[in-house]
């Protein structure tokens, strides 16, 4: 059983589409996330759910909106998509949101997305 | 902030050589400090994490070094094999950084046969 999964894992679009991208974590954690891993592997985290609510947004463009609707769940929704936008996007979770504490994070296999 | 600096950004060693991997930080409430290793094309793994309270922790050829005065800490490989090679990331927790980790910029090690 694949503990964060995530779809689809690759992803080609022209400009200007629109495209989501799915996460399931069986794991019954409480904290999910999305990271960016750009062309020079640096990656970055972009929105953290902490069972459905959003605790962190990192100064991600508007066009990017997270839903998460149950703590199971964390789907990305891109809208007008930009060619600055390819990348690899994480999916990952962990059992809380660290609070004072670490945070351990198990990682989804990915999902490219190549805006041409 | 949360600031974290990898250093090399590129390693080559030789199979059997020592491999050290060095990141500093600014946050002095950060509390823990993860590695984890990205091989081509799979998902970052965790390979071993330390907690403030702790100086140095170690699991078969892999080791991390923490200096919480000096804000700094390591990975260390021994015996470094081939199927090492990998994108190797160090990051932050707890702290400032509430609620999320931040990633160092990540170090390509490759080991030759």
């Known amino acids: 059983d694949t503990a964060v999964s995530q779809t689809p894992k690759y992803l080609v679009t022209q400009m200007g589409n629109d495209k989501s991208i799915k996460c399931e974590q069986n794991l019954g954690h409480d904290t999910m996330y999305w990271y960016k891993q750009d062309s020079k592997k640096f990656l970055k985290i972009m929105f953290s759910y902490n069972n459905k609510e959003l605790i962190i947004n990192e100064t991600v463009p508007n066009r990017f909106s997270p839903k998460s609707p149950d703590k199971a769940h964390l789907n990305l929704h891109i809208n007008s998509l930009e060619l600055g936008d390819s990348a690899v996007y994480f999916c990952a979770s962990s059992p809380n949101r660290g609070v004072g504490g670490a945070n351990v994070l198990t990682f989804g296999a990915g999902s490219r997305l190549t805006v041409l | 902030g949360e600031n974290v600096e990898q250093h090399p950004s590129t390693l080559s060693v030789q199979e059997g050589d020592s491999a050290v991997i060095k990141c500093t930080y600014s946050?002095?409430?950060?509390?823990?400090f993860p590695w984890y290793k990205q091989e081509l094309g799979k998902r970052p793994q965790l390979i071993i994490d330390?907690?403030?309270?702790?100086g140095e922790k170690k699991d078969q050829r892999i080791a991390v070094t923490l200096n919480k005065t000096a804000k700094h800490f390591s990975l260390h490989i021994t015996e470094t094999q081939p199927e090492d090679s990998a994108v190797y990331f160090c990051?932050?927790?707890?702290?400032?950084?509430?609620?999320?980790?931040?990633f160092g910029q990540g170090t390509i090690l490759t080991v030759h046969p």
């Open positions: 946050d002095s409430a950060s509390n823990y």
């Open positions: 990051a932050l927790g707890g702290g400032t950084s509430y609620g999320k980790l931040t």
């Open positions: 330390i907690r403030s309270n702790v």
